[in-house]
């Protein structure tokens, strides 16, 4: 615990149950604001160029087909120790 929070918290008892109550009232708002806050939506575009583009001219199934057989054979070659 940092030395500010203990002299904060070491504060916070010399007050009188109703202050504390306050203090508690205020920590609780200022939590539920912080989480009832909406993430911001995405939008698809802003996602544009993140991530590389895999198929360089490549058919969409042809890439699929291909990087599934190749996942079997990665996963084939773990099963039998080779890797």
């Known amino acids: 615990m940092s030395p500010s ?3 904060l918290l070491s504060e916070i008892e010399q007050l009188t149950p109703e202050e504390q109550l306050t203090v508690m009232g ?3 708002e200022r ?3 912080y989480i009832n806050q909406a ?3 995405s939008k ?3 996602l544009k160029g993140m ?3 895999l198929l360089l001219g490549e058919d969409a199934q042809e890439w699929v087909s ?3 057989q ?3 054979e990665h996963r084939e070659q773990l099963l039998r120790g080779e890797e």
């Open 5 to 7: 929070l203990e002299k």
């Open 26 to 28: 205020h920590l609780v």
């Open 31 to 33: 939590v539920k604001k």
């Open 39 to 41: 993430p911001p939506k």
């Open 44 to 46: 698809w575009s802003d």
């Open 51 to 53: 991530a590389p583009y």
């Open 66 to 68: 291909r990087t599934r």
């Open 70 to 72: 190749e996942g079997d």
